[in-house]
């Protein structure tokens, strides 16, 4: 009856787990929906690591590789993002196993709607900062009779580079304002793992303090 009792706390207890996994993954997808189509790496490793991150303090082997997200209406803004994650829990108590199975699957699924992409062609959402004002016309000086116009090649905008702010020992509900946006990143791209409310004090964040990223990066920031 112990054992019984420890085993069905560890199960309930790895079921709430992975369900903070999922949701934390959903709500990362909610604001990456074209991280998959087609395929950026950086995306889906940070969306992966939230999910093995998460779920590594349960005794519950995810699958490999870990499920993408599915968007059943599409990428537009409102439609749901779900992701489903099963893995397989170990039970210590025979009987138990035996009855229940062995190893035990356990599910979690969480679904949030897109916050990122363009209304009536208006960008929301993910948008990384970027330079204000028109780009200026490169002046092009007449050929010489006879030889042919050069050709001007388009230059992509170059996305600017931001320093990373130190927050550790800052609360969770005055990083965005007080830290991360004045430095110039966007505040969509700062993931709070687990999500607030509650407000917690954040000792860890995934880009190390001072150092020079793009500032359309992700950082994920944890108790």
């Known amino acids: 009856m112990v054992l019984f009792g420890i085993d069905f706390g560890r199960v309930y207890l790895g079921w709430v787990t992975l369900n903070n996994a999922v949701r934390e993954a959903a709500n990362f997808a909610a604001y990456n929906p074209n991280g998959w189509s087609p395929r950026n790496n950086g995306v889906v490793t940070e969306y992966e690591r939230l999910i093995t991150t998460e779920a590594a303090a349960i005794n519950c082997t ?68 970027g330079p204000t004002g028109p780009t200026p016309i490169p ?28 927050l550790d020992r800052v609360m969770t509900n005055k990083a965005i304002d007080d830290h991360w946006e004045p430095a110039g990143f966007n505040p969509n791209n700062l993931i709070f793992s687990p999500l607030v409310p509650p407000h917690y004090r954040i000792t860890q964040q995934s880009l190390t303090a001072n150092a020079t990223v793009p500032c359309d990066s992700t950082m994920t920031v944890q108790p």
């Open 62 to 129: 995810l699958p490999n590789p870990i499920p993408d997200p599915s968007f059943p209406s599409g990428s537009s803004i409102g439609s749901p993002a779900v992701v489903s994650v099963t893995c397989q829990f170990s039970l210590i108590t025979p009987l138990i196993g035996a009855i229940l199975g062995q190893p035990l699957n356990v599910s979690a699924l969480a679904s949030f709607p897109i916050r990122s992409g363009a209304i009536q062609n208006i960008p929301v959402g993910s948008i990384a900062p």
């Open 139 to 166: 002046t092009v000086e007449p050929p010489p009779t006879g030889e042919p116009p050069p050709t001007i090649e388009p230059t992509a905008t170059p996305v600017p580079d931001c320093t990373v702010p130190n």
